[in-house]
């Protein structure tokens, strides 16, 4: 409509044609100007997207992508939610946005990956590594047992026992390890009293002679929980004793509760600072899975194993430096009624046998005179006693009957036979 319109102003004669020449090429002008306008808009939006493009791309290396990696390591990796979001909201939800998510979904996979081989390969050499050391361990304190039941030399058992507390320290360390890597703990047992548990932890620690528990504790605990307990025990107790002064006690105490037995565990340490507590306390709740890729170096596995061992059996570990009786930590072990057992029946002794009566001695004429010989050393010497002249007299044999008249003639024909037989040569095999 606006070319026929123009078209009829060219038509017009004379001056009109001219002011429709003039009004065509304004409204020519016009429209190349706005076309122009909206092509520098348009130049403008694409030069502005390109650029936020171009950040969002520099954002996603530089802020996303190691966000996501530092959570992978820490074991909270998630792609949704700790890889943050777009840096420009324009682009949220666009062919870009998913694009990079993409891409940070695949690194999570590969880290996760290759996370979970690492993870398996250094969990799988240390079972391995336990269960080739283990058996080891075992003979040595058997042969070391047999020594000591078998030695009485107090110079040899003085030389013996510390070797033998030294192999119970590195059983108990090797059994830790396997417990990490899922194993059993060790062997079962019978009920034992729960004072006999807390002996068992304290026998395993190298500064035993600092702790003091209880002189007596009225319970028992039943058998497939006594070996997790006692381990869990020996750890807590070394983790005390090497947190102190050597010259300072760990005192263990038993406080009967309505639902459990707590044990309580008190040191006389520095205690520890906000962080160091949070983490050991992270540790024994036994909530979160052991990431061997992950331990410091020197590996501290006590607390870890007691975390792993609370949240298998059921026990509940916790520490504090408030309720420290002596300015340390305090650790606590709950043990559920439900791992406790009755205290056994006293078992009836027999009755002993009356002793069988003996004849009364001989008394001489002199009730001071000595019945018996006295040895070198002061000490009685035991005789034999000589026995009286016997009495006794064999009882008569019948006399033997004659043998029959020609009765020994066959035996006496078969040796002179053999006598008179020809001995074999070398060569000569005898005959049958």
């Known amino acids: 409509m606006t070319l026929i319109h123009d078209v009829a102003l060219l038509a017009l004669p004379g001056g009109v044609a001219a ?23 348009r130049a403008t939006t694409a030069e502005q997207a390109a650029a936020a493009r171009d950040e969002e791309a520099v954002h996603l290396v530089r802020s996303r992508l190691p966000a ?26 666009t062919t870009t946005d998913r694009a990079f998510r993409d891409v940070l979904e695949q ?6 990956e290759a996370a979970a081989r690492s993870e398996g390969a250094a969990r799988v050499a240390a079972q ?3 269960k080739s050391l283990q058996p080891l361990g075992y003979e040595l304190q058997a042969a070391i047992t047999k020594l000591l039941d078998a030695e009485h030399d107090p110079k040899t058992l003085e030389l013996v026992q510390p070797i033998d507390h030294a192999g119970s320290q590195m059983a108990r360390r090797l059994q830790i390890i396997g417990v990490l890597t899922g194993s059993w703990p060790g062997r079962l047992r019978d009920d034992v009293p729960l004072l006999d548990a807390l002996r068992g932890g304290v026998s395993r620690i190298r500064d035993y002679p600092r702790v003091r528990v209880p002189a007596a504790v009225p319970f028992h605990v039943a058998g497939r929980f006594v070996e997790p307990l006692v381990l869990m025990l020996a750890e807590l107790m070394d983790n005390a004793a090497r947190s102190s002064s050597p010259k300072t006690p760990v005192e263990v105490s038993v406080l009967e509760a309505h639902n459990a037995v707590s044990i309580e565990i008190h040191d006389a340490g520095p205690g520890m600072t906000p962080e160091v507590l949070h983490e050991a306390r992270r540790r024994v709740s036994g909530t979160e899975p052991v990431q061997f890729t992950n331990l410091a170096n020197p590996a501290a596995f006590g607390l870890l194993g007691v975390g792993v061992l609370a949240g298998k059996y059921g026990f509940r570990v916790s520490l504090d430096l408030e309720h420290s009786r002596h300015g340390g930590v305090r650790a606590v072990v709950q043990v559920p009624r439900s791992m406790l057992v009755p205290a056994p029946a006293p078992q009836s002794e027999p009755a002993p046998r009356p002793a069988a009566p003996h004849p009364a001695p001989a008394v001489s004429g002199s009730p001071h005179q000595q019945r018996y010989e006295v040895g070198p050393d002061g000490l009685p010497l035991r005789r034999r006693p000589s026995a009286p002249p016997s009495q006794w007299e064999p009882p008569a044999v019948p006399a033997a009957a004659p043998p029959p008249p020609r009765a020994g003639q066959a035996l006496a024909a078969f040796v002179q036979g053999t006598r008179s037989a020809p001995a074999p040569t070398p060569n000569e095999e005898p005959i049958p």
């Open 128 to 130: 391995a590594t336990t």
């Open 19 to 41: 002011g429709g020449a003039a009004v065509y090429f304004a409204r020519s002008a016009a429209r190349l100007r706005k076309d122009a306008g909206a092509a520098n808009r």
């Open 68 to 93: 996501l990696v530092y959570a992978l390591q820490q074991g909270t990796g998630n792609p949704g939610g700790t890889s943050g979001a777009v840096l420009h909201q324009a682009l949220a939800g």
């Open 107 to 112: 690194v999570a996979a590969a880290l996760s």
